[in-house]
């Protein structure tokens, strides 16, 4: 999310996942806007109903996974509140209207964040964070999926010990929506569930990674900005 503006966030693995800013490739009621990152660079900031659309695509659609981004509540930055509210998304995969997504992470009853996968059963989500996440600064969430087992992650710190689930699990993607939304739920849904707050640094992995090993360096990179 360096771009700093235009309407395309770049994917810098090589493989080609470019999103957009909102509903379509031209500028709409629905962009983000363009804000300071976390490092250097750029992040996007959503209100309201904005959100980057993912384009569907196979490679985001693995039965083991990592999940991660930057996640900030920016009260200052006309947003309003405590927190951005319950039931908000910073990241969603696929979906079928309001009722379910393929995997992502969004605030519970709490107002803390979780990490979810949704399955021909219905959701399994993680532990989730507490409401303090929302403290106006900076935190890496980062959710994970072996097959057995979901964790969530913040700031390198696992939260509670993770949700185990029945052998054979499978994540579901065959909903209707088979793309993927940043700050926001990527299926047709009217409900106002959109994330409100500012976003950086989103990645997706096809393989359960080392978070709190991985933070070791993102802390050294954070603390000297």
Not at 59 to 70: E, F, G, H, R
Not at 96 to 116: P, Q, V, W
Request: a negative charge; glycine letters at 14%; charged letters at 15%.
């Amino acid at each position: 999310m360096n771009e700093g503006s235009g309407q395309t966030v770049r994917d810098w693995s090589g493989n080609n996942n470019h999103g957009y800013l909102g509903l379509s490739t031209a500028p709409d009621a629905a962009d983000p806007t363009w804000v300071d990152g976390v490092f250097w660079g750029s992040s996007l900031r959503f209100i309201s109903d904005d959100r980057v659309t993912i384009p569907a695509s196979t490679d985001l659609q693995p039965q083991k996974l990592t999940v991660a981004a930057w996640v900030r509540w920016k009260p200052e930055g006309g947003l309003g509140g405590t927190s951005p509210g319950i039931h908000k998304y910073p990241l969603t995969m696929g979906g079928d209207g309001c009722r379910i997504s393929s995997y992502g992470m969004g605030t519970d009853a709490s107002e803390g964040l979780l990490f979810f996968i949704g399955t021909a059963n219905g959701y399994i989500a993680s532990p989730a964070s507490t409401k303090a996440i929302w403290d106006g600064g900076w935190h890496h969430v980062a959710g994970t999926f072996d097959g057995s087992k979901l964790r969530f992650y913040v700031d390198g710190v696992q939260q509670g010990s993770g949700t185990s689930v029945p052998a054979g699990t499978k994540i579901d993607y065959s909903f209707s929506t088979q793309s993927g939304a940043i700050g926001d739920f990527a299926g047709e849904c009217d409900e106002q569930i959109a994330m409100q707050g500012d976003i950086d640094g989103v990645q997706i992995w096809s393989t359960p990674v080392p978070v709190d090993t991985i933070w070791k360096l993102l802390k050294s990179l954070f603390s000297s900005r």
